[in-house]
């Protein structure tokens, strides 16, 4: 089974940054591509990125492309998510996610097959 734990979240003022980590344990996770999905109050999941199991693909939603940058280091178990120019309406609570199906990213969060338990991110004006 595999285990996903994310941290890095935290309050930070509008225009700051936040790097998200999301460490993974039990299963081969070179083979798996990763995503990170938020939650706000009160409103759906929300796909914000993904990554392929090499790195060498990744998307983003519209509203952090220029801004997120998605990652992984496969020797490490773990994938990145480094958050600049954060804005208010980007606070919510950011899961990592793994699809071991076919290893190319994807939007679609009911395609994930693990997900950690989530890290606050909370942004101020």
């Known amino acids: 089974q595999v285990q996903l734990v994310e941290s890095g979240g935290g309050l930070v003022q509008a225009g700051g940054f936040l790097r998200l980590s999301c460490a993974a344990s039990g299963g081969t996770f070179s083979n798996y591509a990763m995503g990170w999905i938020r939650q706000a109050p009160g409103k759906e999941r929300e796909f914000v990125a993904a990554?392929?199991?090499?790195?060498?693909?990744?998307i983003y939603t519209d509203s952090v492309k220029g801004r997120f940058t998605i990652s992984r280091v496969n020797a490490k178990n773990t994938v990145y998510l480094q958050m600049n120019s954060l804005k208010p309406e980007d606070t919510a609570v950011y899961y990592c996610?793994?699809?071991?199906?076919?290893?190319?990213?994807?939007?679609?969060?009911?395609?994930?097959?693990?997900w950690g338990q989530g890290t606050q991110v909370t942004v101020s004006s």
């Open positions: 996610a793994a699809d071991r199906t076919t290893g190319r990213p994807k939007k679609d969060p009911n395609e994930y097959d693990y």
């Open positions: 990554i392929s199991w090499t790195g060498g693909a990744t």
